[in-house]
Each structure stands twice: as C-alpha cells, then as structure tokens.
C-alpha cells in the first residue's frame, strides 16, 4: 500500500485548498478511503470517508465545508476544503479505511501540511 499526497499549503482565513492522495500497490476502487488529521501536539482525528460507491461521511467540523471525492479511474482520492479556519491547520493525511477507525489504520501516507494564518 502506497499512498502519497499533495496540494497542501499556507492559506488565509476563509481561503480553500484542494488536496489529492494518489494511490498504489493496491486495489483503490475496492477499498473505503479516509482523510484524517494531526495538529500539532494532538492526536489523529478522522476528518471524512468516501466508500467504494458514492456514500460519504464527515466529522462535524468540516460538515458543510469540506468535499471527500474520488477518481478509480486516476485511483486517486481528494479533499476540497473551502471556508478555512485557523483550527483547520494539521498534517493531513490519506488512509485506507472507512470512518472513526481510520486514525488506527497503519495503511496511511506521510501527509501534507495544512497551514490557515492571517
């Protein structure tokens, strides 16, 4: 399992963000996939999953503001984040799991950095 994402970045308050997980070494279009988020001096935390249809969920904070999506055909997974907050900043990173369980998956890439400043 080979997971690599980009599209991180510094970005101003209300400001959006786009970010893509590429995928390899296995099967994309049969596995449930996750983004999660670390923030300095916390723990993981699931942010939302997409299932191998159409079926998505979303952590609380991000409901309304964040778009989980996927391309099998590209086996690449994205997150669009728009309306930015400061608390949004973290290391994201892409997993292969679904839901609240996706923080504990060891199937997970090295992340990139999310950084929302004035």
Request: contains cysteine; aromatic residues 10%.
């Amino acid at each position: 399992v080979h997971l690599v994402e980009s599209g991180g970045g510094v970005v101003q308050p209300g400001g959006s963000l786009r970010l893509s997980c590429g995928a390899s070494g296995f099967n994309f279009s049969l596995f449930a996939m996750s983004w999660v988020r670390q923030a300095p001096g916390k723990g993981p935390e699931w942010v939302s999953s997409v299932d191998t249809a159409t079926k998505t969920s979303y952590a609380t904070a991000v409901k309304g503001r964040f778009i989980i999506s996927r391309d099998n055909a590209k086996d690449t997974l994205y997150l669009q984040m728009n309306n930015l907050k400061p608390e949004d900043t973290a290391l994201y990173y892409c997993v292969r799991e679904w839901g609240v369980q996706a923080p504990f998956s060891p199937h997970r890439g090295q992340g990139t950095q999310v950084t929302v400043s004035s």
